[in-house]
């Protein structure tokens, strides 16, 4: 079958690769579309460090093809949109509702897949850049059949972690003013979140002034190419500050802007070294950092959640998909996404 590996210097398309069969608690997908998102590409440019050979990807939605001893909540022919989140159910933190805390949910990558009989690497334990991908159950969300495929793609991440920031992790409430630095995938999601929760002012910033009208059709009340004039529209700081591009000067801008109560919520990935200053005097009027991991979600509730307000015409996923490749073409899209040229590109098979 097909799929885009990476071994540690390039990454290449091959139609060679194998999957296992499902074992108890397992679900076989055949992925239909998969979100090219830029954790992907932090892997192959080494801002993401993760062992391989690996099948890239971890955006993706498809058609459950068969089920392990003991999955019930799934069956052959559901459509499902899969998260990355492969934990536990049954720790401390996901018995109190933080899936994202489990500890079996980070750092342990499976090796499904092989390839002239060496195994590889799962990344995020999804790799939906293959025409099958083997996930836990608790991975694979049944969705409506209407949700077009390249859509319902980009829940499992992109909405996930920027909507879910918003509202999972921020906890923005009607009336707030938001700051959205970036209007990236990430960003756009952010932003509609915001817009979700009912912020009063939504302020988005990004160096490239094409992305204005996207922006403001996902709810951005302001736009800006620079953090300056936030003041202008925010005399006194936002309550809630998002930078999505993952540079510490942005991280410090974020900082700097908040309101008496703000927070900064960090969701840009910068390399896994760097470090971001602020000062320290700025904090003591209730000010926070906040770390957030895939918007603080619980997939299997959100992912239903999300799909119910993309069908009552809330939540905008049809517009995210701004080009389609071939999954062929992988080198193009990535190349397309690294030049900002697409909010998000989807692969298809």
């Known amino acids: 079958m097909r799929g885009v590996i990476f071994d540690g210097k390039q990454t290449e398309v091959v139609d060679d690769l194998e999957i296992r069969d499902p074992g108890p608690g397992e679900v076989l997908v055949a992925i239909s579309a998969a979100g090219l998102c830029h954790s992907d590409l932090s ?14 990807g971890h955006e993706g939605a498809g058609v459950v093809e068969a089920v392990g001893v ?3 909540h799934v069956q052959p022919g559901d459509h499902v949109s899969l998260s990355t989140l492969a934990n536990c159910g049954t720790c401390a933190e996901c018995d109190r509702g933080r899936p994202t805390m489990c500890r079996k949910a980070i750092g342990m990558p499976q090796q499904p897949f092989a390839r002239g009989g060496r195994p590889l690497y799962q990344f995020a334990a999804n790799s939906a850049f293959a025409e099958r991908t083997l996930v836990k159950a608790v991975q ?36 707030d003013t938001v700051l959205v630095i970036g ?30 009208p996207v922006a403001r059709q996902f709810g951005a009340t302001h736009f800006l190419t620079s953090t300056k004039a936030v003041k202008d529209i925010l005399p006194t700081g936002a309550n809630h500050a998002f930078e999505c591009v993952g540079r ?21 990935v910068p390399p896994s070294t760097a470090e971001a200053s602020f000062l320290v005097s700025s904090m003591y009027l209730d000010k926070s950092i906040l770390g957030c991991r895939y918007g603080s979600s619980r997939p299997q509730r959100d992912i239903a959640l999300y799909a119910n307000l993309y069908r009552e015409g809330r939540l905008l996923l049809d517009e995210l998909v701004t080009a389609t490749y071939p999954v062929e073409d992988f080198e193009k899209a990535a190349e397309d996404a ?12």
């Open 43 to 56: 892997v192959v440019d080494g801002t993401i460090p993760f062992p391989v050979p690996v099948v890239l």
């Open 70 to 72: 003991g999955v019930i």
């Open 140 to 175: 694979a969300v049944r969705i409506p059949d209407e949700i077009p495929m390249q859509s319902a793609a980009l829940i499992g991440c992109g909405v996930l972690t920027g909507v879910g920031a918003v509202l999972n992790r921020a906890r923005v409430d009607r009336g």
């Open 183 to 212: 209007t990236g995938g990430i960003g756009l999601n952010v932003i509609q979140g915001a817009r979700i929760a009912g912020a009063l002012k939504i302020v988005a910033v990004d160096s490239n002034p094409a992305k204005e």
């Open 248 to 268: 510490v000067e942005l991280i410090r801008q974020a900082i700097d802007l908040l309101d008496r109560h703000g927070q900064a919520v960090l969701l840009g």
């Open 338 to 349: 690294r030049g900002g040229r697409v909010a998000r590109a989807v692969l298809t098979f």
